[in-house]
Nanobody, 119 residues
């Protein structure tokens, strides 16, 4: 079982920046599709950013402001968040999914880290 641990959340003012980190207990990110998701109170969890190999995709609401990156040597994935807005307030979750083998899928989630943007 692989554990994912997020950190870096907190309280920030509008226009500020935060960098979230997601550290894995094993060398899993290099073989995984990795994503950051968020869930605001009363809303469903939504995809924020995803990285699959060398390609990345972002939700329209964060394009140009957020950047997902990966450091395989540190088993860590990052989410750099700039120009933060109140609507970015949510719990942010890290996810890693993939296949150990043809029929053995895995799908790991972190415990979440709270991001609060104050106006």
């Amino acid at each position: 079982q692989v554990q994912l641990v997020e950190s870096g959340g907190g309280l920030v003012q509008v226009g500020g920046s935060l960098r979230l980190s997601c550290e894995a207990s094993g060398s899993i990110f290099r073989r995984s599709t990795v994503g950051w998701y968020r869930q605001a109170p009363g809303k469903e969890r939504e995809l924020v950013a995803i990285m699959d190999g060398g390609s990345t995709n972002y939700a329209d609401s964060v394009k140009g402001r957020f950047t997902i990156s990966r450091d395989n040597a540190k088993n860590t994935v990052y989410l750099q968040m700039n120009s933060l807005k109140p609507e970015d307030t949510a719990v942010y979750y890290c996810n890693a999914r993939g296949y150990w083998s043809v029929e053995a899928k895995y799908d790991f989630w972190g415990q979440g880290t709270q991001v609060t943007v104050s106006s």
